[in-house]
């Protein structure tokens, strides 16, 4: 006789697919006639971009361009000059399955990059970058709730897991004309530029969502061509978007993400020497997961009164999202700048951040190191650049202990300031944004089948009511009761007990 189960479904997010590729970058770069010869290099620099990501079928395509910025010195020693080269790349991962709601996260991290001038013309690049990608998709997590019979007691297991409710990824564009104003001289051209973006609020509405956030710009430009002059100015664009996200609601919680694509800046002064007219195109893409708590009962073990019962059970994965991430960092660090020197810093920035979650001792940590770039003076006001290392931690505070737990963490640079303390050593301020999430993970067996045969009855003792029993502690009722073919539910109403463990050695009534 097979036994009716009670089908229960809950929608849960599931990463379908997970993996990267290393993109290689070897150029023999000359430069172009307009640039003076190298006298020596200071940085070269990878800047990856996305122009489109699209799921085909069964495999994610991900093109984009990549940006190679030399930064080096003339034989006069005075100007940082700069030389770039951009040219397309194209990558394709194969997945094993095509939902058809699934959103592609994909992120370009520069692994490793060296360049040697071969001549005061010619530039021997070689390094890689990789492009890591993630593919959401929300999965139906079929469980059974219940078993349909007089005969069939039946344990239950009763966890809140996080029910996915909406799901959504959008690109948008922000372009804008920013002045940088008649005080700060006139630009002539931007040596380097970096564009970062973070989200503040988020509305639900009616199956929509709206974010709102900043984007910021920083761009060091050139004032003066022939002494190399140059200035640094940022700009705050505020942006707002809707995406679609059918099913969210105010219950839910909301897990957003904003991340710069691609972006270009240009200057207007190369069509007119008194403009101080900047313009910005850069093409974002925000994603949001939504979910909502809820209670998953399933069958975790059961029995039979009056037959042999074979059962079958299969092991169950859910997630409970105890927490989001959206937290600044703060790192303060004195930082050797070598023996050359330093009378004025020309720009300084954050490249390269790299982190990674522990969880021991019930505190949640994120540990990680930071590249501090520095473009500078000298002593004889000479520029040079150098790259020190900046080590961070932080721990946020989760309240309870956590089991199992999972992370999904981030950290970006929001801005970093600086005061020089010594001829050779500077002071530095690192502002971050960690976000991301944090999830514990249950596994639980449940039962997917359960089956007797009228043939193969029980064993049980009619000739009395009760049952004298001599239970140790630490037994169960559920235990006893199985096998004296009762109810732990009529063996606690039997002797007045509130728990289902026996709590002392001693006597106990089962009912029969």
């Not at 395509?61 to 910025?69: K, M």
């Not at 922000?174 to 503040?200: A, Y």
């Not at 002064?269 to 910005?280: A, F, P």
């Not at 000479?382 to 956590?402: K, W």
Request: glycine share 6%; proline share 4%; with cysteine.
């Amino acid at each position: 006789m097979e036994y009716q189960l009670t089908r229960e479904v809950c929608r849960t997010p599931e990463t379908v697919f997970e993996g990267a590729k290393e993109m290689p970058v070897d150029l023999d770069l000359s430069l172009p006639d307009y640039c003076p010869d190298i006298e020596k290099i200071l940085k070269c620099r990878i800047s990856p971009g996305i122009t489109s990501k699209n799921i085909s079928g069964d495999m994610l395509e991900v093109e984009g361009s990549t940006l190679i910025s030399l930064y080096y010195l003339d034989s006069r020693k005075q100007a940082v000059r700069l030389c770039e080269h951009s040219s397309p790349f194209s990558c394709s991962f194969s997945l094993k399955s095509c939902p058809d709601d699934a959103m592609a996260m994909v992120r370009l991290k520069t692994e490793y990059l060296n360049c040697r001038a071969v001549s005061p013309r010619r530039v021997d690049i070689h390094g890689a970058f990789s492009v890591a990608a993630s593919v959401q998709a929300s999965a139906e997590q079929e469980y059974f709730s219940s078993i349909q019979g007089d005969d069939i007691q039946q344990k239950k297991i009763v966890r809140t897991v996080s029910r996915l409710c909406a799901a959504g990824q959008q690109q948008f564009s922000i372009t804008e004309v920013l002045d940088i104003g008649q005080g700060k001289g006139f630009p002539e051209s931007i040596l380097r530029s970096e564009l970062s973006v973070s989200c503040d609020s988020v509305k639900p509405l009616s199956d929509k969502i709206m974010i709102s956030g900043e984007a910021a710009l920083r761009i060091l430009y050139v004032t003066d061509i022939e002494s190399g002059a140059q200035d640094v100015m940022t700009f705050n664009i505020p942006f707002s978007q809707v995406l679609d996200a059918k099913g969210i609601s105010d219950a839910s919680v909301n897990e957003v993400s904003v991340d710069v694509m691609n972006y270009d800046t240009a200057l207007k002064s190369e069509y007119d020497e008194n403009s101080t007219l900047v313009t910005l195109d850069a093409r974002l893409c925000a994603a949001v997961i939504a979910t909502e708590e809820m209670p998953v009962e399933l069958v975790e073990d059961a029995y039979s009164t009056d037959y042999e019962l074979e059962i079958e059970k299969k092991q169950y994965k859910f997630s409970h999202l105890k927490a989001l991430l959206n937290e600044d960092i703060q790192v303060k660090s004195e930082l050797n700048t070598g023996d050359c020197g330093i009378s004025r810093v020309i720009d300084i920035w954050c490249d390269n951040i790299s982190s990674l979650w522990v969880y021991e001792n019930g505190q949640f940590n994120v540990k990680g190191k930071a590249g501090c770039c520095i473009l500078a003076l000298d002593g004889e006001g000479v520029p040079y650049y150098v790259e020190r290392p900046v080590d961070f931690s932080f721990a946020p505070e989760l309240g309870d202990d956590l089991q199992a737990p999972c992370a999904k963490i981030e950290v970006k640079p929001a801005g970093i300031s600086f005061r020089i303390t010594g001829d050779n050593s500077i002071e530095i301020k690192l502002d971050m944004k960690l976000a991301g999430s944090i999830s514990e993970q249950t596994v639980m067996k449940g039962i997917v089948s359960a089956r007797s045969s009228d043939d193969r009855c029980r064993a049980k003792d009619k000739t009395a009511a009760l049952t004298l029993y001599y239970a140790e502690k630490g037994e169960s009722l559920w235990d006893i009761a199985c096998a004296y073919c009762t109810s732990a539910e009529a063996i606690r109403l039997e002797n007045e007990m509130t728990e289902d463990i026996i709590a002392a050695d001693g006597m106990i009534l089962i009912p029969m």
